[in-house]
Structures are given as structure tokens and as C-alpha cells.
């Protein structure tokens, strides 16, 4: 247990040893993040917008139920 522990706490130090001595890398992770951010806002936005939102259990009941209903080749 306590060799684990000693190459958990080495990989902790190499990690944070690594991202203090950066200088273009911690601007390149913050693109990133930016980036990542964006994507999925705007994927959740435009894409995945719920369409059981504002309904109440049993609305939301009968339209999943009709959604099942309904063949592959003619659902929305």
C-alpha cells in the first residue's frame, strides 16, 4: 500500500513540477479549456436542447411513449 502511495505522490510531483515550469504551455491549456468550453455550450445549445423541458410527468410520459410507438424509419 505504501509503494502506491509513493508512486501516486511521484506522479503528483512530476505533474505539478511540469506545469509550474511552463511558460507557452499554461497559455495553451487555457485555450484549450476556452475551447472545450465553447464547443460543448454551443453543442448543448443548438444540438441537445431538451425537448421534455416544461413538461409535467405524465405529458412527458406520453411522449415518450409515442416516440417508442413509433417506427424507426418515421421518427423525428
Request: avoid cysteine.
Amino acid at each position: 500500500m505504501k509503494k502506491m502511495l509513493r508512486r501516486i505522490a511521484a506522479v503528483w510531483r512530476f505533474y505539478r513540477d511540469g506545469f509550474r515550469q511552463m511558460t507557452w504551455g499554461r497559455v495553451l491549456w487555457l485555450i484549450i479549456v476556452v475551447k472545450l468550453a465553447v464547443i460543448f455550450l454551443v453543442l448543448r445549445l443548438f444540438f441537445f436542447q431538451p425537448e421534455l423541458g416544461g413538461l409535467s410527468a405524465p405529458e412527458k410520459a406520453g411522449v415518450v411513449g409515442e416516440r417508442l410507438a413509433l417506427p424507426p424509419d418515421s421518427r423525428p
